[in-house]
């Protein structure tokens, strides 16, 4: 699968291209960058890679599929018109602006017969997948409750205006961790803090309580101006409890510039120093970690557009997500349990 990628920030740089390269099935073959110093930037990173001043000059070239990481203002219309060229596409999320822009532009790659999906890359992280595969094993007997906190000490990363805050930035990971390891929520209570700090009100922390359908609790928090970097996963069932007090390990190993395409073998485990614990009457035991890649995200997506496999992050689910973060927004607002 020939694929383009439209932005080359944090998101295009770190999270996106070296996971495109490391997956199966996959070839890079242009990066959209305009200003200068982001064609440098390109050209060091990736040489040989051809970098195009837009996405209409990208899609010219002939592509497959694109992913675009671009600001969450401009994604609407650049899915759209990648969509109208007859090309699959990968939206970074949250890949509207609300539960409605996420309904038109899936009803959009419908209509067109194509394949749209959303890089919730995070649903790959090695702490939430070994905590599904604890949750899965039955070990905690009925499942009551589930917390996760993310606490980042990282105010410079703060995106602000109409469509920034923490809650759409991080909070759409976390909600979508739940929703993926819960399934289907009910009802949504929230509580939002906010700073003016950067120019204008935006929320920089938050505590988000659902209610799944199936009739367990979960409780997802973050932080990014507490001076605290937290990264924790509890869960307590009839049977028994687990936490776990993991690491950002791939995003830390990216940052320390280790690409998963150097020891994919080795990718993506936490240090056995932050493998969690399993508490039941018969004792405590250690959890290996399980290995995250978001490269494998690549390697569905592509399998999807061939009709090899299922698509890795359907456009429904990201719509689904947006659904629970529109109600999270509106509890906070109006201090009240809002019922989906």
């Not at 687990?242 to 280790?258: E, H, I, K, N, P």
């Not at 994919?264 to 039941?280: I, K, S």
Request: proline residues 5%; contains cysteine.
């Amino acid at each position: 699968m020939r694929i383009g990628l439209v932005g080359y920030g944090t998101g295009g740089k770190h999270f996106h291209a070296p996971f495109i390269q490391a997956a199966e099935g996959v070839e890079l073959v242009g990066v959209v960058a305009r200003s200068e110093a982001k064609r440098l930037e390109v050209q060091a990173d990736l040489p040989g890679v051809p970098i195009y001043p837009s996405l209409t000059a990208l899609l010219a070239s002939g592509v497959d599929a694109v992913t675009i990481t671009t600001p969450p203002t401009t994604r609407h219309d650049l899915v759209l018109e990648a969509l109208a060229a007859g090309v699959h596409v990968v939206a970074d999320k949250p890949f509207a602006p609300d539960a409605a822009g996420g309904r038109e532009l899936a009803a959009a790659a419908e209509r067109a017969g194509l394949v749209l999906n959303v890089y919730h890359n995070r649903r790959r992280d090695a702490d939430l997948v070994t905590l599904a595969s604890v949750v899965d094993s039955g070990r905690l007997g009925d499942l009551w409750r589930v917390h996760s906190v993310m606490d980042l000490d990282d105010p410079r990363t703060m995106e602000t205006g109409p469509t920034g805050g923490l809650l759409r930035d991080v909070g759409s990971h976390l909600l979508d961790q739940m929703l993926c390891l819960l399934g289907p929520v009910a009802s949504v209570y929230a509580t939002l803090d906010y700073t003016d700090r950067f120019g204008g009100s935006v929320d920089c922390g938050f505590v988000v309580t659902l209610t799944h359908i199936s009739g367990v609790v979960s409780t997802v928090s973050s932080s990014k101006l507490n001076y605290t970097s937290t990264r924790e996963f509890r869960a307590y069932g009839s049977a028994g409890s687990y936490v776990a007090s993991g690491t950002d390990v791939q995003a830390q190993a990216l940052f320390a510039g280790r690409r998963p395409t150097d020891d994919p073998a080795a990718w993506g485990f936490d240090a056995p120093e932050f493998w969690g614990t399993l508490a039941t009457e018969a004792g405590r035991e250690v959890i290996p970690s399980l290995q995250g890649n978001y490269a494998d995200f690549y390697t569905e997506f592509a399998r999807a557009v061939r009709g090899e496999g299922p698509e890795p992050v359907p456009a429904s689910e990201g719509v689904r997500t947006l659904e629970v973060l529109d109600a999270a927004f509106e509890s906070a607002r109006t201090n009240t349990v809002v019922t989906l």
